[in-house]
């Protein structure tokens, strides 16, 4: 992925701290030609070349979950403001969550296919609460 490109497969999401309606949810089609791997030794699955969502977070969330519903197994990676990644696959059955301390900022999210070539819808969910699931999507 080009390291500037702030433009994404399918939209800007910005969040505040106690937004709603909680979860906040997005769509999406996962997958593409980068192998997840060569961004980060952790990460899974196939993703394309610019980000699929862009999250803008405008306040510090003490814990957010970004997850994912599909019914093919997805993955999710997620590039920090400092460059670093976050990446998961199957946290929920298949379906991916990445969550943890949100500071302000600029956040890159792919939601991959974790087999070559296949391409999926998903829900993607933005969440503060416990209670929610991908499942629950």
């Given at each position: 992925p080009a390291p500037n490109d702030w433009t994404s497969n399918f939209g800007t999401v910005t969040l505040a701290p106690g937004f709603t309606p909680d979860p906040h949810r997005a769509t999406g089609t996962s997958g593409g030609s980068i192998n997840a791997t060569t961004l980060a030794p952790d990460c899974r699955g196939w993703?394309?070349?610019r980000p699929d969502h862009v999250l803008t977070a405008s306040g510090n969330f003490a814990n957010l979950r970004i997850m994912a519903k599909s019914t093919s197994d997805t993955t999710l990676v997620v590039q920090r403001?400092?460059?670093t990644f976050a990446c998961n696959d199957d946290s929920d059955g298949?379906?991916?969550v990445v969550g943890g301390?949100?500071?302000p900022g600029n956040y890159r999210v792919w939601v991959g296919s974790y087999t070559q070539n296949e391409q999926a819808g998903y829900t993607l969910g933005f969440t503060e609460?416990?209670?929610i699931q991908p499942s629950s999507l």
């Amino acid at each position: 992925p080009a390291p500037n490109d702030w433009t994404s497969n399918f939209g800007t999401v910005t969040l505040a701290p106690g937004f709603t309606p909680d979860p906040h949810r997005a769509t999406g089609t996962s997958g593409g030609s980068i192998n997840a791997t060569t961004l980060a030794p952790d990460c899974r699955g196939w993703i394309a070349p610019r980000p699929d969502h862009v999250l803008t977070a405008s306040g510090n969330f003490a814990n957010l979950r970004i997850m994912a519903k599909s019914t093919s197994d997805t993955t999710l990676v997620v590039q920090r403001p400092d460059n670093t990644f976050a990446c998961n696959d199957d946290s929920d059955g298949r379906n991916p969550v990445v969550g943890g301390a949100f500071p302000p900022g600029n956040y890159r999210v792919w939601v991959g296919s974790y087999t070559q070539n296949e391409q999926a819808g998903y829900t993607l969910g933005f969440t503060e609460l416990p209670s929610i699931q991908p499942s629950s999507l």
